[in-house]
Each structure stands twice: as C-alpha cells, then as structure tokens.
C-alpha cells in the first residue's frame, strides 16, 4: 500500500506535465494566428475613397443615359463600400460620420426607383456637396469632388442596352 503512494504521485506529476506542454502549444498557435491576423492585408480609408470616386462617376453617367439598372449597381457599389469602411475601418474617427450620407443616397435610390432625371440630378448634387462637407470636416478639404466631365474608362457603355423581351 505504501508503494502506491510515490506511484499515483509520479503519474499525477506526468500528466500535470503533459498539461502545461499542450498548453504551451495551444498559446505558441494563438500567438502566431495573431500575428498572421494583424500581418492580414486590409484597404486603408483612402483606398475604399477611391472606389467610392469611380463608382460616383459612374453613378453619375448612368443617371445622365437614363440607364436605371446600372445606377442601381453603382448606387449600392457606393453602398457597400461605406458598410466596408464601417466593418475595416472602425479605428477612424471619420467613419463615425460616414452615415451623413445616408439622406443624399436615400434621394437618389428613390430617384432610381422612380427613373426620374431631375430629382436623380438635384439629389447627386446633394451627395457631391455631403462629399466635401465630409473633406472639410475632417480637415481632406484638398479633395474636392465634383460632377464628372467625362466617364472614368473608355471601355464601358452607359447607354441603355436593350432589353431582349
Ligand atoms: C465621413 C467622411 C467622408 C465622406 C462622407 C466622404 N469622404 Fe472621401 N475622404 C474622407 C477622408 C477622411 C479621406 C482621406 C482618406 C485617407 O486618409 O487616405 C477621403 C478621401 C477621398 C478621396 C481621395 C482618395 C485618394 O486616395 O486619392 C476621394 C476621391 C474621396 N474621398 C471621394 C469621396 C466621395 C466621392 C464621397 C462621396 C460620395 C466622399 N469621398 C465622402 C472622408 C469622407
């Protein structure tokens, strides 16, 4: 009976061991998944801004042919873009205010949804001004946005396709 004490003790003692092993393992795999979650590629503020620019051109071309399917593309690229800076952009302070455009869009998706051209221009203006607004406001007043001369690529068609019926 007097054996089995030193035993039980020796393999409490190896078991302990293998415990502290394993959680080693486990920390050194969740230090190096950390490590590959902050080296992991993410666009920067300026970069979805970028995308915003193109598809706000392109929104703007759509509205002008009439081509109401493709501004409903361009209006939601626009969209999704700002829930993206939303998501990936959470430790800048601009995109706490990123909803100011939410009025203008609101205008514009209802100007597309009833395909008409006045209200679709007087609220694309509203959205270029809240642009700016937004530039002044967080001291980027030197990017100023305007309503587009020319379409951003020459290799896209803004006319309206016709519908095969
Ligand atoms: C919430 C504020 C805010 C709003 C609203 C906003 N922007 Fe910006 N924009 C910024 C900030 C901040 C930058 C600078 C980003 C950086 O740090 O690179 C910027 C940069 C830009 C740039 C320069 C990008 C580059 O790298 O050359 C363009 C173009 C741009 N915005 C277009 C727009 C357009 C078009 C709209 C409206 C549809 C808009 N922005 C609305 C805050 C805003």
Known sequence: MK??????????LISCNQQTDQTQLLQKRVDSLEHQLAE????????????????????WFAGENENWKLADFEIHEIMEAIDNIKKYQKERKESEMIDMLNP???SLNNAIKLKNPKLFKSSFITL?????????????EFNVVKIPDQPPFSNQ???????KK
Request: glycine share 6%; net charge positive.
């Open 128 to 140: 270029t001004n809240t642009c700016n607004q937004c530039h002044r406001q967080t001291q980027f």
């Open 3 to 12: 054996q089995i004490f030193p035993i039980l003790f020796s393999i409490a």
């Open 104 to 106: 203008a869009l609101d």
């Open 157 to 163: 068609d803004f006319r309206k396709q016709l519908e």
């Open 40 to 59: 992991t590629y993410k666009p920067g503020f300026g970069e979805f801004m970028s995308g915003i620019q193109v598809h706000h051109n392109k929104l």
